[in-house]
């Protein structure tokens, strides 16, 4: 009876060196083959020349490398690259590449679907089949830097966790995912380049602080009042902005690092004064940023982007009371591949 080969790259170097030594061979080429699933990010065996013919053959037939596969690769008009990520067990995940002036930012997937609800979202509308494994999600990005060098002529500067999924849903394999890129042994980033944005799972963002990540963490506010927040975001009711907020005074006492808060404006949803003045009361509890996000229809639903006008209201009301803010148009309309609109169309 054949027994099915195992993932390679959900063992530690330690348990690579440790199989070596069993099959009677040097530790030392537990490191060869780590460097060469993660450094090298090689996608066979047979690449690893720098170990013998028989030695890639006894891998061969122990091991597996699920490396995913860059389905398809569309490009917008604005430069922005929507990638259909093909697992090894056929599901499809998204992750994009946003080119600006001077970065390349890669917006990665965590989940397959998302269990979340979010009424504006895309994938919302999937269900949520797993969790990524961290070489799914390493591999995301290592494609999006190779596609960064050929295309841009630029390595990738930066990483969001803003694709399908709810990242603090699957924390385990995305805090492994985030030690890889950032490893020497990895890609070699800098956590302060990478941003976890969550829609706030309070348990979960005081772990993070108690963990001591050094990463960036984005919060997808969108309402700072409750009942408005629980429309939109129906885990609201579970996970309620005063549980939220108390998690994010935590994160700030422990990591006095800024908090940066996600929000679209819609139309007759959040675009009022008392929208705005609630969410200058929710965040002047630390620093904080706001990033107001264009907002992309994904279908003829309720959501509309709010007017100017109202974009305005958020921006000089948040500014006279020195809240940090930006208006981030979005890129990659025209390929569904902004915010929100990740749903496996392609
Ligand atoms: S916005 Fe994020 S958390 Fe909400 S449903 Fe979409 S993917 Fe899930």
Redesign the pocket.
């Known amino acids: 009876m054949e027994t099915k080969k195992k993932d390679i790259r959900a063992f530690t170097k330690e348990q690579l060196r440790d199989f070596f030594v069993s099959h009677g061979d040097k530790a030392f080429r537990g490191n060869q083959v780590y460097e060469w699933l993660w450094h090298k990010s090689a996608h066979s065996f047979e690449e690893m020349t720098n170990l013998s013919k028989e030695t890639r053959q006894m891998l061969e037939s122990n091991f597996t490398i699920n490396h995913i596969k860059v389905d398809q690769m569309q490009r917008s008009s604005d430069g922005t690259i929507k990638n259909a990520v093909l697992l090894h067990d056929d599901l499809v995940v998204e992750s994009v590449l946003i080119p600006t002036k001077s970065r390349t930012t890669a917006c990665v997937s965590s989940q397959v679907g998302?269990s979340?609800?979010?009424r504006f979202?895309a994938?919302?509308r999937l269900k949520r089949m797993r969790n990524l494994n961290p070489d799914e999600i390493y591999d995301q990005v290592v494609a999006i830097d190779n596609e960064s060098r050929l295309y841009f002529d630029r390595p990738l500067t930066n990483i969001v966790f803003m694709g399908?999924?709810?990242p603090l849903m699957n924390y385990n394999n995305v805090l492994q995912a985030i030690d890889k890129i950032t490893s020497p042994e990895g890609l070699g980033m800098s956590p302060k380049r990478i941003t976890l944005s969550t829609?706030g799972v309070p348990k979960m963002i005081k772990k993070m602080a108690d963990d001591g990540v050094k990463f960036k963490l984005a919060v997808?506010l969108h309402s700072a009042i409750d009942s408005v927040r629980t429309t939109i975001?129906p885990f609201n009711a579970t996970f309620n902005l005063s549980d939220l907020r108390e998690a994010l005074k935590y994160w700030y006492n422990k990591t006095k690092s800024r908090i940066t808060y996600e929000y679209v404006v819609w139309e007759g949803i959040n675009d009022k004064l008392r929208d705005v003045e609630a969410l200058v009361d929710f965040c002047r509890f630390a620093p904080s940023k706001v990033n107001l996000i264009e907002y992309n229809p994904i279908d003829e639903g309720d959501f509309r982007q709010a007017s100017n006008k109202a974009i305005d209201l958020y921006v000089d009301t948040l500014e006279r009371h020195g809240i940090v803010v930006t208006v981030r148009r979005s890129r990659g309309k025209d390929i569904d591949a902004a915010c929100?609109q990740l749903a496996n169309k392609s």
């Open positions: 998302c979340l609800d979010c979202c994938t919302a399908m999924g709810e829609s997808s975001m929100g």
